[in-house]
T-cell receptor, first 111, second 113 residues
Framework: GEDVEQSLFLSVREGDSSVINCTYT??????LYWYKQEPGAGLQLLTY?????DMKQDQRLTVLLNKKDKHLSLRIADTQTGDSAIYFC???????????FGTGTLLAVQP | SAVISQKPSRDICQRGTSLTIQCQVD?????MFWYRQQPGQSLTLIAT?????????ESGFVIDKFPISRPNLTFSTLTVSNMSPEDSSIYLC??????????FGPGTRLLVL
């Protein structure tokens, strides 16, 4: 079945770049997403990428997709303390509208 | 994007009781979804709710436990029935908008004692 994996934790210093990685198994994925969840809040859609793209940049965020290796990454440039949150990647399979979420990566930004 | 509200935002309930969670969207949408996020875990889809038809439940979730209503294109409810402490979770609704994007409500935090 479909499976999406992420590392559990990432700690960076303020001003550095953060790279959060995600691997998935469904080769028919059409869209891949990054969501941010701050403490006590719902999920905020950060960005998404269509499966026929390799890269997407949106201000401080850069998404890289390696479809051959089924690997997705989110790079946050100039990481700020306000970026501290849990980041979820999610993939949408080709056959359904269902989103499959990763395990989430807790990003801790040290001042 | 979409503006989505949920009521209640949080609740503490006794085991054996039921709680109905409401989800309201600021514009008409075809697809609405209900997810569960257990403590410290990722999100799991409970069901897809389309207006005018029965909700479609994922494996491990049944209508008797999680009845869903979708009376119109801007509103849905999820009921958590006969609750037990294992139902303590965050329940989130989401809607699908343009370009295959899903937007989430703020969630309902449920604690069952």
């Amino acid at each position: 079945g479909e499976d999406v994996e992420q590392s559990l934790f990432l700690s960076v210093r303020e001003g550095d770049s953060s790279v959060i990685n995600c691997t998935y198994t469904d080769s028919s994925s059409t869209y891949l997403y990054w969501y941010k969840q701050e403490p006590g809040a719902g999920l905020q859609l950060l960005t998404y990428i269509f499966s026929n793209m390799d890269m997407k940049q949106d201000q401080r965020l850069t998404v890289l997709l390696n479809k051959k290796d089924k690997h997705l990454s989110l790079r946050i440039a100039d990481t700020q303390t306000g970026d501290s949150a849990i980041y979820f990647c999610a993939e949408k399979g080709g056959a359904t509208n269902k989103l499959i979420f990763g395990t989430g990566t807790l990003l801790a930004v040290q001042p | 994007s979409a503006v989505i509200s949920q009521k209640p935002s949080r609740d503490i309930c006794q085991r054996g009781t039921s709680l109905t969670i409401q989800c309201q969207v600021d514009s008409q949408v075809t697809m609405m979804f209900w997810y569960r996020q257990q403590p410290g875990q990722s999100l799991t889809l409970i069901a897809t709710a389309n207006q005018g038809s029965e909700a479609t439940y994922e494996s491990g979730f049944v209508i008797d436990k999680f009845p869903i209503s979708r009376p119109n294109l801007t509103f849905s409810t999820l009921t958590v029935s006969n609750m037990s402490p294992e139902d303590s979770s965050i329940y989130l609704c989401s809607v699908e908008r343009e370009q295959e994007t899903q937007y989430f409500g703020p969630g309902t935090r449920l604690l069952v004692l």
